[in-house]
T-cell receptor, first 116, second 110 residues
Framework: GAVVSQHPSWVICKSGTSVKIECRSL??????MFWYRQFPKQSLMLMAT?????????EQGVEKDKFLINHASLTLSTLTVTSAHPEDSSFYIC????????????FGPGTRLLVL | KNEVEQSPQNLTAQEGEFITINCSYSVGISALHWLQQHPGGGIVSLFM???GKKKHGRLIATINIQEKHSSLHITASHPRDSAVYIC????????????FGKGTHLIIQP
């Protein structure tokens, strides 16, 4: 089946630093990638939809200047958490859709971020 | 705002039991996903359906579009089925991202 990787799998950083998370589709081209966030004991929440070659679409309440998304190629999307704060500590998961319409989504293994 | 409600929130059963997890949603959707999340956090997509019924091994998923309801069944449950099962919907009208339920924490005891 289709494989999506994320790197790093976990990261600990100091408050105020920026953290970049990569999401790659390994064996298919993904015109659309999605970024989700999950706080402890809560459901996953869509943060943004990323289309290759265009600006990401952010969900209400997600700061686009804080969570920078770049989808420069059909196999790679990156999420950069800028000036991270402890409240940004969460589990970040990406998914990729080969069809471009989100009907089939393959999930990455997730990245645990802890901001001290 | 679409709400995705799952029940039960927690379920503990004995190995071999037939398991049913329910999902209800409040607005029109174009597709519904059942996902499995293991303790490490990784998510596996089990089913995507927009009508009827799908079966994969011991797992069966059904959806009733008119009633806005879906069920996930596990037959002959096994301890390795222990995980969080999440219902997620893709709204109609071109929105692609998923809206998730809170998940059902399933424990199968040997």
């Amino acid at each position: 089946g289709a494989v999506v990787s994320q790197h790093p799998s976990w990261v600990i950083c100091k408050s105020g630093t920026s953290v970049k998370i990569e999401c790659r589709s390994l064996d298919f081209q993904a015109t659309t990638m999605f970024w989700y966030r999950q706080f402890p004991k809560q459901s996953l929440m869509l943060m943004a939809t990323s289309n290759e070659g265009s600006k990401a679409t952010y969900e209400q309440g997600v700061e686009k200047d804080k969570f920078l998304i770049n989808h420069a190629s059909l196999t790679l999307s990156t999420l950069t958490v800028t000036s991270a704060h402890p409240e940004d500590s969460s589990f970040y998961i990406c998914s990729a859709s080969p069809s471009g319409r989100g009907e089939t989504q393959y999930f990455g293994p997730g990245t645990r971020l802890l901001v001290l | 705002k679409n709400e995705v409600e799952q029940s039960p929130q927690n379920l503990t059963a004995q190995e071999g039991e037939f398991i049913t997890i329910n999902c209800s949603y409040s607005v029109g959707i174009s597709a519904l996903h059942w996902l499995q999340q293991h303790p490490g956090g990784g998510i596996v997509s089990l089913f995507m359906l927009s009508s009827g019924k799908k079966k994969h091994g011991r797992l069966i998923a059904t959806i009733n579009i008119q009633e806005k309801h879906s069920s996930l069944h596990i037959t002959a449950s096994h301890p390795r089925d222990s995980a969080v099962y999440i219902c997620a919907v893709r709204l109609g009208g071109g929105a692609d991202g998923l809206t998730f339920g809170k998940g059902t924490h399933l424990i199968i005891q040997p």
